[in-house]
């Protein structure tokens, strides 16, 4: 494999996305409660109308023809009354009912009287009580698109159109190596040694953004030798769509990610961003002895640095392994300057405030920090050669506050 410029970090987002979606993810088919977090498959359409029959808004009378009105029976939501044939009959219906046949009009039970005969009197509405079969969706529409990411909202319009299961990209399972012999696993950093923060965050964005990590795919710290590398990558490779490892970026003297991948017989989709923090970022392509695509991101040892690698990589090649469309970013107005980074990208983290629309600058915001990034929402994107100043409207990468929430 041969290096290339840092690519800019609009295109590396770009290319990692395309890269995606040619190694698009399979479909599966799972129980409507199952689906949560993942992406439409195919477009979802009703099996019958919506409403599938004429359904009363309101708890009141169906009548037929002019009041006053005999009461011939009633009709609570589940049933399937007998039709209305007679002028000056009337049923009591419940909201959500089925209004009989032969009903002309639905009278509200707070607009109605009953006379000392026990008839029911009043004035129907004008406009129809009831809602038309149909009104809402018709039998075969395409109410969603595939690539629509499934929330409650879509599982619950699922279960209304009849559907027992969806048709849904299959979660890519994703795997993390943890690079580094200065990493502790446990206690407090010293001697030389630091705590290693990503083996235990980095699994946690990972199911935020729909992967499948289980706790066996958690792999580290990984000896800093060619050979120790090369044996936890094929292990994970083996059953990963995607292998995500943290350090080893560089090319310094244990750095062996690249040796590794040109082991493996890699190729680099992207190989460096020209963003920062994060800069020494890459996503390989590797196709196994199957004819399957498997991915490596590599990123940065720095603990933001890699979460900057996770949504400026890992994000986009998601959505495109899922069928989804690529992450449109939204924006929002400075409170606070931040500084450029020259002919780098300079991703800033932020602290959004939704209802206003505004980006908060915050503090301790260094590659190897992470406690402004654990008050932060999100990052504000300074183009290269720019700087952000107060008022300025600027585009957000924001960060996902629970597994499978849409974070704007």
Same mark, same amino acid.
């Given at each position: 494999?041969?290096?290339?410029?840092?690519?800019?970090?609009?295109?590396?987002?770009?290319?990692?996305?395309?890269?995606?979606?040619?190694?698009?993810?399979?479909?599966?088919?799972?129980?409507?409660?199952?689906?949560?977090?993942?992406?439409?498959?195919?477009?979802?359409?009703?099996?019958?109308?919506?409403?599938?029959?004429?359904?009363?808004?309101?708890?009141?009378?169906?009548?037929?023809?002019?009041?006053?009105?005999?009461?011939?029976?009633?009709?609570?939501?589940?049933?399937?009354?007998?039709?209305?044939?007679?002028?000056?009959?009337?049923?009591? $219906?419940?909201?959500?009912?089925?209004?009989?046949?032969?009903?002309?009009?639905?009278?509200?039970?707070?607009?109605?009287?009953?006379?000392?005969?026990?008839?029911?009197?009043?004035?129907?509405?004008?406009?129809?009580?009831?809602?038309?079969?149909?009104?809402?969706?018709?039998?075969?529409?395409?109410?969603?698109?595939?690539?629509?990411?499934?929330?409650?909202?879509?599982?619950?319009?699922?279960?209304?159109?009849?559907?027992?299961?969806?048709?849904?990209?299959?979660?890519?399972?994703?795997?993390?190596?943890?690079?580094?012999?200065?990493?502790?696993?446990?206690?407090?950093?010293?001697?030389?040694?630091?705590?290693?923060?990503?083996?235990?965050?980095?699994?946690?964005?990972?199911?935020?953004?729909?992967?499948?990590?289980?706790?066996?795919?958690?792999?580290?710290?990984?000896?800093?030798?060619?050979?120790?590398?090369?044996?936890?990558?094929?292990?994970?490779?083996?059953?990963?769509?995607?292998?995500?490892?943290?350090?080893?970026?560089?090319?310094?003297?244990?750095?062996?990610?690249?040796?590794?991948?040109?082991?493996?017989?890699?190729?680099?989709?992207?190989?460096?961003?020209?963003?920062?923090?994060?800069?020494?970022?890459?996503?390989?392509?590797?196709?196994?002895?199957?004819?399957?695509?498997?991915?490596?991101?590599?990123?940065?040892?720095?603990?933001?640095?890699?979460? $900057?690698?996770?949504?400026?990589?890992?994000?986009?090649?998601?959505?495109?392994?899922?069928?989804?469309?690529?992450?449109?970013?939204?924006?929002?107005?400075?409170?606070?300057?931040?500084?450029?980074?020259?002919?780098?990208?300079?991703?800033?983290?932020?602290?959004?405030?939704?209802?206003?629309?505004?980006?908060?600058?915050?503090?301790?915001?260094?590659?190897?920090?992470?406690?402004?990034?654990?008050?932060?929402?999100?990052?504000?994107? $300074?183009?290269?050669?720019?700087?952000?100043?107060?008022?300025?409207?600027?585009?957000?990468?924001?960060?996902?506050?629970?597994?499978?929430?849409?974070?704007?």
């Amino acid at each position: 494999m041969s290096a290339s410029p840092p690519a800019p970090w609009a295109h590396a987002r770009s290319l990692v996305y395309a890269a995606g979606l040619a190694a698009v993810l399979p479909a599966v088919e799972l129980p409507l409660a199952e689906t949560d977090g993942h992406t439409l498959a195919e477009p979802l359409t009703p099996r019958t109308d919506l409403p599938a029959f004429p359904t009363s808004s309101v708890d009141g009378w169906a009548v037929r023809g002019t009041g006053p009105w005999r009461v011939v029976g009633r009709v609570l939501a589940g049933g399937a009354p007998a039709p209305l044939t007679e002028d000056g009959t009337t049923v009591e $219906i419940a909201t959500g009912a089925m209004v009989p046949a032969g009903a002309s009009a639905v009278l509200r039970v707070e607009e109605s009287t009953r006379t000392p005969e026990g008839f029911v009197d009043g004035v129907p509405r004008s406009s129809p009580q009831w809602r038309q079969p149909g009104e809402e969706a018709t039998v075969g529409e395409e109410l969603l698109p595939a690539g629509t990411p499934v929330d409650p909202a879509v599982i619950g319009l699922a279960a209304s159109c009849g559907l027992d299961t969806l048709r849904v990209r299959r979660q890519p399972r994703t795997a993390l190596l943890v690079f580094g012999d200065e990493l502790l696993t446990a206690g407090p950093p010293g001697a030389g040694q630091v705590r290693d923060a990503l083996g235990p965050a980095v699994p946690g964005w990972l199911r935020r953004y729909g992967c499948r990590v289980d706790s066996d795919d958690v792999v580290g710290p990984v000896a800093d030798t060619l050979p120790a590398h090369v044996a936890a990558m094929r292990a994970a490779l083996e059953v990963a769509d995607l292998v995500c490892t943290t350090g080893g970026t560089m090319h310094g003297p244990v750095d062996h990610l690249h040796p590794a991948l040109a082991e493996l017989g890699a190729e680099y989709v992207v190989n460096t961003v020209a963003v920062r923090p994060g800069f020494p970022m890459l996503l390989a392509r590797l196709v196994g002895a199957d004819g399957r695509v498997r991915f490596v991101a590599g990123l940065p040892g720095n603990p933001q640095s890699a979460v $900057i690698a996770l949504v400026s990589l890992v994000v986009p090649l998601l959505a495109g392994l899922a069928g989804r469309s690529l992450p449109t970013l939204p924006h929002a107005v400075l409170t606070g300057p931040v500084a450029g980074r020259g002919d780098h990208t300079h991703l800033a983290l932020v602290r959004l405030d939704r209802v206003a629309g505004t980006a908060h600058p915050v503090r301790h915001v260094g590659s190897a920090m992470l406690r402004g990034l654990a008050a932060a929402d999100g990052f504000a994107v $300074i183009d290269p050669g720019g700087t952000g100043s107060v008022g300025d409207r600027v585009p957000v990468v924001p960060l996902p506050l629970l597994p499978g929430e849409r974070a704007w």
